[in-house]
Nanobody, 124 residues
Framework: QVQLVESGGGLVQAGGSLRLSCSAS????????MGWFRQAPGKEREFVAA????????FYGDSVKGRFTISRDNAKNTVYLQMNSLKSEDTAVYSC?????????????????WGQGTQVTVSS
């Protein structure tokens, strides 16, 4: 079993920045890829970013490329999402997830465990 806890969400003005954190427990964190997804009201879940276990590979969704940065600290069992130049359309619940069995890290089925999510609201 894995527990994932997100933090760092909140209300920010357009153009501002936030850094989300996701702390993991219950498994050897450094062994697994991690991802961030988001879901806005009335919309499907959207891939945001993913990082492989050693950060050798990093992937971003098209809508966040150049603005968001994913990173991980295996010593702290934590993955981060630095979000800059935020737009109103970035408003959503952001969830982190851990990939146990691998697969396409840009899709939800690759992930076995999910956090509860943290709300990010960007005011225009």
């Amino acid at each position: 079993q894995v527990q994932l806890v997100e933090s760092g969400g909140g209300l920010v003005q357009a153009g501002g920045s936030l850094r989300l954190s996701c702390s993991a427990s219950g498994r050897t964190f450094s062994t697994y890829a991690m991802g961030w997804f988001r879901q806005a009201p009335g919309k499907e879940r959207e891939f945001v970013a993913a990082v492989t276990r050693t950060a050798a590979w990093i992937f971003y969704g098209d809508s966040v490329k150049g603005r968001f940065t994913i990173s991980r600290d295996n010593a702290k069992n934590t993955v981060y999402l630095q979000m800059n130049s935020l737009k109103s359309e970035d408003t959503a619940v952001y969830s982190c997830a851990i990939s146990i069995s691998g697969g396409d890290l840009k899709t939800g089925p690759a992930y076995a465990y999910w956090g509860q999510g943290t709300q990010v609201t960007v005011s225009s």
